[in-house]
């Protein structure tokens, strides 16, 4: 399903060199729920950022849904994106000037997708998301929590088989938080979609069944969320990020 070996990503700029990803190699084989935890700096957004094909590694095997995208042209790696996974981000990212609805339907629209089906779509979608009474506000009359939600819905929208979230809940509160681990746990769950989040939240990671711990670029340990509550998973993180 997602498979990275020995993935190497180094930034250039102004003559500094930052190896952020240094033979990174992670499996993710069933679908699920599953974290990416790290300290700042340690590589999760830019390995968030190749999985997602928002970029292209150095060198090394990406692969997503079955397809290696490390070397797709510019071309085939945005049908990939559109088609095939869901991004969400920490900022919302929607449009102000369109109601919730018409930002879930955009991807759909630009990609010229008939209007009907794209709305049963978008209905079916505020409906999961518990947002249908929100649909037809713009962004500006949504808490912080529901418009991730319509960043979610619009993320859904082709149904792809895996979500990547980097720090989806980093502008929300911690009851919102909260609901949306919730909900990201019940669509991965109810939807056999799989969903890869960037947190730095125990109480994120403990929705997770499994969190992979990132240092200096590479994936330096796993810990099976089994029956730990988020101060036991807090523990255990602190833990591995001092042994590794
Ligand atoms: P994290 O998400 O874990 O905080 P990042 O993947 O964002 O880490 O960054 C890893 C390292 O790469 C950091 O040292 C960061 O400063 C650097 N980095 C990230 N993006 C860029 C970029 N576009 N240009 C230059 N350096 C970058
Ligand atoms: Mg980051």
């Known amino acids: 399903m ?3 070996v020995d993935v190497r990503k180094t930034y250039r700029t102004g003559g ?5 990803l240094r033979g990174l190699s992670v499996t993710i084989d069933e679908p699920g729920f599953y974290a990416i935890m790290g300290a700042s700096g340690s590589g999760k957004s830019t390995l968030l950022h190749l999985l997602a094909g928002l970029d292209a590694p150095d060198s090394g095997e ?7 995208i490390d070397s797709l042209s510019e071309r085939a790696l945005t ?31 630009l990609a010229g997708k ?4 794209l709305r049963e779509r978008s209905t ?3 409906g999961l998301l518990g947002i249908a009474d929100r649909a037809d506000h713009r962004p500006e009359a949504l808490s912080g929590g529901e418009q991730q939600r319509v960043a979610i819905a619009r993320a859904l929208l082709f149904a792809p088989g895996v979500i990547f979230a980097d720090e989806p809940t ?36 403990a929705h997770c069944r499994r969190v992979f711990v990132m240092q200096d670029g590479v994936v330096r340990s796993t810990i099976e969320t089994d029956g730990i509550d988020a101060s036991g998973l807090a523990a255990e993180y602190q833990r591995h990020s001092r042994t590794a």
Request: aromatic share 4%; charged share 25%; with cysteine.
């Open 2 to 4: 997602i498979r990275c």
């Open 16 to 20: 500094r060199e930052v190896q952020a």
């Open 62 to 68: 990406v692969s997503v849904c079955g397809k290696r």
């Open 79 to 109: 049908t990939f994106r559109r088609d095939e996974i869901g991004i969400v981000f920490q900022q919302f990212n929607l449009i102000p000037t369109m109601t919730a609805r018409d930002n879930i339907e955009l991807p759909g629209v």
């Open 114 to 117: 008939n209007a009907r089906e």
């Open 124 to 126: 079916e979608l505020v």
């Open 170 to 205: 980093g502008n929300l509160d911690s009851r919102s938080s909260e609901a949306l681990w919730s909900l990201l746990a019940s669509i991965s769950r109810d939807h056999q979609t799989t969903i890869v989040m960037v947190t730095h939240e125990p109480s994120a990671a």
